[in-house]
């Protein structure tokens, strides 16, 4: 596993770096090189932001936390790249799931 970038979203964003999918499915289906290269919508929560702030000023709590495996948007994180390594930052809003909670 890679190291930990030095970057730190702002406020409620988050950064997630895309877990590869199986290129195999449980019943031995091997998947084509189509489906392989769509963008991905799984990922693994990296760092979270600065934190929303509500209209009293007060933080927002997260709902996922570094660590956590989600299910995103696919079209709505921004793609980015640090240190040679594809990432993406979102907000939260973007996840629709978190895998094993």
């Not at 495996?69 to 973007?94: L, N, R």
Request: aromatic share 4%.
């Amino acid at each position: 596993m890679s190291k930990k970038p030095n970057l730190t979203p702002l406020g409620g964003n988050i950064l997630v770096r895309g877990v590869e999918e199986e290129t195999k499915t449980t019943s031995g289906i091997v998947l084509p090189e189509t489906i392989q290269k769509e963008k991905k919508q799984k990922g693994l929560v990296i760092t979270l932001g600065t934190g929303k702030l509500d209209k009293d000023g007060k933080k927002i709590a997260f709902n996922v936390k570094p660590g956590d495996t989600v299910i995103f948007k696919k079209y709505s994180p921004e793609e980015i790249e640090v240190d040679g390594e594809s990432y993406f930052i979102m907000s939260e809003e973007d996840i629709l799931a978190v895998l094993g909670k």
